[in-house]
């Protein structure tokens, strides 16, 4: 059998060639890669809150179980309001007491005010009597050396402009007394305004006895039955936002300058890697905490090895524009890609 030889510069020629081959077909993994940048290590999140009421009470009724979707305005739990009715009517009956105070305190000003303004009257009906008793007695005395008027006529004038002098100072320490004895409302209508304030809260608070969803949600975390005492400011479960589905993705710093807010991006959940979903890039972290140290509310993304110098991994928020609700799930492994061709 004759071996086929083939010339020396062919087998070079192949060489180069594959060379070349594989270089162009690194450089387009590369070019792909940082173009569409992607990452394994993503989770899905949604914003949640825990459901907490403001007023503190037994649970009478229990709406909602866990897993269960609930719209806004929904009732979820009630808290007996037996004592928040009572509450309300005490602080009814107090204002309408109040405003019953107010319009008899008003009447007696009313007299009181009358009272007085027929005390001033009298002050000037004594002062016309004062000055003519005074008139008659400077008219009078010029002529009781003439013998035109007795002595006993000018003691008697003087006597009457005496009386008058003292009707007046009476009168005018009456009407001094009438005016000191007039009330006011000020103080009644300050405790009217404290008391329907309270009227207020009253009826707050027997609102806050029903627990209603603040937003559309799920409910998760439920671990109560009837029965149970609500303390104001303690949650009784958790309500995740239903409509709000992001996918945090930890991307390599040296892949964060291939990210924008915008860009589109694509996650693929773990065993539904057949069924992608689409969202956009909303916002890309701006810290994380470091290793060994703290930091105060940043996120804590471990690097993957520890003898050689890796990349920090920063989140990267994408927001699922229509996600499907039967596989959203607060923490399930997500892959995520970002795609930034439209930049270019």
Not at 41 to 59: N, Q
Not at 277 to 286: K, M
Request: glycine share 6%; charged share 25%.
């Amino acid at each position: 059998m004759t071996t086929a030889k083939y010339p020396a510069w062919l087998g070079r020629s192949l060489t180069v060639v594959a060379l070349l081959a594989a270089l162009v077909l690194l450089a387009a993994t590369v070019f792909v890669v940082d173009r569409r940048p992607r990452t394994h290590d993503a989770h899905l999140f949604a914003y949640t809150a825990g459901i907490a009421p403001e007023v503190s009470g037994r649970l009478t009724v229990i709406h909602v179980i866990n897993n269960q979707l609930v719209r806004k305005g929904d009732v979820l739990a009630q808290i007996d309001p037996e004592p928040f009715e009572l509450r309300l009517r005490q602080a009814r009956a107090k204002v309408a007491a109040l405003k019953a105070d107010i319009d008899l305190t008003g009447r007696q000003v009313n007299s009181q005010t009358s009272g007085a303004q027929a005390a001033s009257t009298q002050i000037e009906r004594a002062r016309e009597q004062l000055a003519l008793a005074r008139s008659t007695r400077e008219r009078l005395e010029p002529m009781v050396g003439k013998g035109y008027v007795t002595q006993q006529q000018i003691d008697e004038a003087r006597t009457n402009e005496r009386t008058a002098s003292t009707a007046l100072s009476a009168s005018m320490l009456q009407a001094a007394q009438a005016h000191e004895a007039v009330g006011d409302t000020a103080s009644l209508i300050e405790q009217l305004a404290g008391a329907e304030a309270a009227e207020a809260l009253a009826a707050r608070d027997l609102r806050e006895a029903t627990i209603r969803a603040p937003f559309d949600g799920r409910v998760v975390g439920m671990q109560l039955a009837e029965g149970a005492f609500a303390a104001a400011g303690s949650p009784l479960f958790t309500l995740i936002k239903w409509h709000e589905w992001y996918a945090v993705a930890d991307f390599r710093e040296t892949d964060l300058e291939h990210i924008h807010v915008g860009d589109k991006a694509t996650a693929w959940l773990m065993g539904r890697e057949g069924e992608p979903v689409h969202g956009h890039v909303e916002s890309l972290g701006a810290g994380v905490q470091p290793e060994d140290k703290a930091g105060p509310g940043l996120p804590a993304v471990t690097r993957s090895l520890n003898w050689v110098v890796v990349a920090q991994r920063f989140p990267v928020w994408v927001r699922l524009d229509d996600p499907p609700e039967e596989l959203m799930r607060i923490g399930a492994t997500a892959s995520v890609k970002v795609q930034h061709d439209h930049h270019d």
